[in-house]
């Protein structure tokens, strides 16, 4: 037996003329003994379940965290559901924010007022001189109105409520279609929401119009969980810009207005050529809209079609295939209200039902209907909600949470961290 068996092969290689590079570390740091060996083991252990455990917790942190993203058309309610949530779960709104609510509030009554001044124009012949000018001012838009006190202004609103050419023909079309949603609500009570001392309500807060521009965000907890809730426009011309939000989205809220089965897209929705992401919206060039037969035409911008169209889309997004897709149909209560006024079968001629549950259930149909046949790892969920009624926003917003946390424990495994 040679030496280099019995010598340890470090002190073999000092003798040696090649030096081990193996041979000479071990000799700067000599074999552990035992006890050394036991305490290495432990610390090691001891780093991996700390890596574990934290790596459980971070686990956990992401199930509980989610970015939740309201999409759909203009006007079908999206930022109500967001001013639900800060009324919910945040500290309400700023002092400077109610005045500006003030503030909108007027000019949304000068919207209505603008509506059925042009209502009027259009649809009676006879309207007394003494009407007929301010008749044309309200039509004309609200530029006459700047710049008067605000004392006279409240009287010239008021006036206007009692003329009886307005009054004629809210009599005659009560659900005129191109009056706004909240002239319901804030016309029988013209008087005390237009007093100087008024302070916007939550309901009367919940019942503003206010053109979402860009994106907006809250994050606050709910049940335990993180919330980021993204709020956008939802006019065409904004749409281009949702892509910047679709980065790990749990979750989408596809809020639809029912009541939109007999509106047209506005204007700004028609005429304007949006930017379009390939990828999100495959382009309809306009004047293959414009140059189809009329029928055609107004069926490609009813506004609830347009809807039912860009829900599709989104469900064909491929940024979005990962999230869970959840569908508001909203304004149930406007919805009750008109559906007897204004025939569906009128505006789908498909439909052939009477109750207001068939065609609920029709429009609802529409819209799932989208949903690809090869997409078969999605459910989709669907709820009729009132996004101005604040407990059935808070009922169907935890029953969306409730799918959307459910479906992140079980992707991030964290299950078993939270048993
Ligand atoms: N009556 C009623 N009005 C609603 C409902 N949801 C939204 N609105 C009103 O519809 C208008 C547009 O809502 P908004 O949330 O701004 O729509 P967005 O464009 O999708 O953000 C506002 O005047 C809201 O008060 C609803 O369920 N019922
Ligand atoms: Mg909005």
């Not at 050419?165 to 929401?193: C, E, G, I, R, W």
Request: aromatic share 10%; with cysteine.
């Amino acid at each position: 037996m040679g030496n280099t068996i019995c010598t340890p092969p470090n002190r073999a290689s000092t003798y040696g003329r090649e030096v081990d590079v193996k041979a000479s570390a071990e000799s700067v740091h000599p074999m552990p003994s035992s006890v050394a060996v036991t305490i290495a083991i432990k610390a090691q252990l001891a780093i991996s379940t700390s890596i574990d455990n934290s790596l459980r917790k971070e686990k956990f942190e992401h199930s509980r965290r989610a970015k939740i993203l309201l999409l759909g058309g203009a006007d079908a309610g999206k930022s109500t559901i967001l001013k639900q949530m800060r009324i919910l779960h945040m500290t309400g709104f700023s002092e400077l924010e109610m005045h500006s609510f003030y503030n909108y509030l007027r000019f949304n009554v000068f919207e209505i007022f603008h509506e059925i001044a042009m209502g009027v124009q259009e649809n009676i012949l006879a309207v007394s001189e003494d009407e007929k000018l301010m008749i044309y001012r309200f039509a004309e838009g609200i530029s006459w109105f700047i710049g008067i006190e605000d004392e006279i202004e409240t009287q010239y609103l008021l006036n206007f409520l009692e003329f009886e050419s307005v009054q004629t023909f809210m009599k005659l079309h009560p659900n005129y279609a191109s009056l706004p949603d909240n002239a319901h609500y804030y016309l029988p009570k013209l008087h005390k929401l237009l007093a100087p001392e008024h302070i916007p309500t939550a309901e009367d807060i919940l019942h503003l119009r206010i053109p979402t521009t860009g994106i907006s965000e809250i994050n606050f907890e709910f049940s335990a969980n993180a919330i980021r809730l993204i709020d956008v426009g939802g006019q065409r011309t904004y749409r281009k810009k949702w892509i910047h939000c679709f980065d790990g989205v749990a979750a989408v809220l596809f809020v639809a207005s029912l009541a939109a089965y007999d509106q047209a897209l506005e204007g700004v929705d028609i005429d304007s050529k949006p930017v379009l992401h390939r990828d999100l919206f495959p382009p309809v060039q306009l004047s293959e809209v414009r140059d189809s037969t009329n029928e055609e035409y107004e069926k490609r911008v009813n506004r609830l079609r347009d809807s039912v169209k860009l829900f599709g889309e989104m469900l064909r997004c491929r940024f979005l295939r990962s999230s869970s897709f959840i569908l508001f149909l909203n304004k149930t209560d406007l919805f009750a209200k008109k559906l007897p006024l204004s025939p569906l079968s009128e505006h789908f001629s498909s439909y052939d039902g009477t109750t207001n549950e068939q065609a609920s259930e029709y429009l609802k149909d529409q819209f799932l209907k989208r949903k690809s046949k090869n997409d078969t790892e999605r459910t989709l969920y669907s709820h009729y909600t009132c996004a101005t009624d604040t407990n059935n926003v808070e009922f169907v917003f935890k029953a969306a949470c409730d799918i959307v946390f459910q479906r992140n424990l079980h992707t991030t495994g964290a299950m078993k961290c939270v048993q």
